[in-house]
């Protein structure tokens, strides 16, 4: 009886690690490193993010004003400028040509004095599921922590469901204790806006 016994406990161990090479090949197969990271590039301009445009010596054509729903702000003199998807250094050029045409050798600056755009969801097993907003990019365990993080009922295996700028939905998997425990860094990837991060 022992020899089976031992036979059995040693096949039982094989499966339990098995699975675990399974668990941490499905995550660490995917390419985290060429996920996008925002940090270190030009912002860009989203829907509700407030700009200040100014027009040097000139207060009535410089204002404050908030992204809309259909990503356009309007100035006085030139009108409507569309805004999302622009960086501000793209917008200071646009909006200096436009108002070239009325006033010459115009000085504009375009500066970013409120970020709302930055949004994303956090659902599933955490403290407190909802949409979350940040002034400054954070990465997937910061955003659980916003969130409450993960009660006591939820998996380690997290998944973020993205929406690439072609339109296609990709799911993400990543193994929340092995961020925590430093076991792989590369999977606490930033969070970008629109993302949604489940903890199942």
Known sequence: MLPKLRFSLILVSLALACSACIGSSRTSRHPYAKEYDPRGRPFVVGVADTLAVSVWRDEELSTEATVRPDGTITLPLIGEVRAVGKTPEQLTKEIRERVGR?????????????????????????????VFTSPYFVTVSQALALAGGPNRYADDEIVIVRKDPSGKIRRIPVDYDDVLEGDAPEQDIVVLAGDNIYVP
């Open 102 to 130: 009325f006033v010459k050798d115009a000085i504009v600056t375009v500066a970013v004095t409120a970020v709302n755009s930055y949004r994303f969801t956090v659902a599933g097993n955490v403290g407190h599921p909802g």
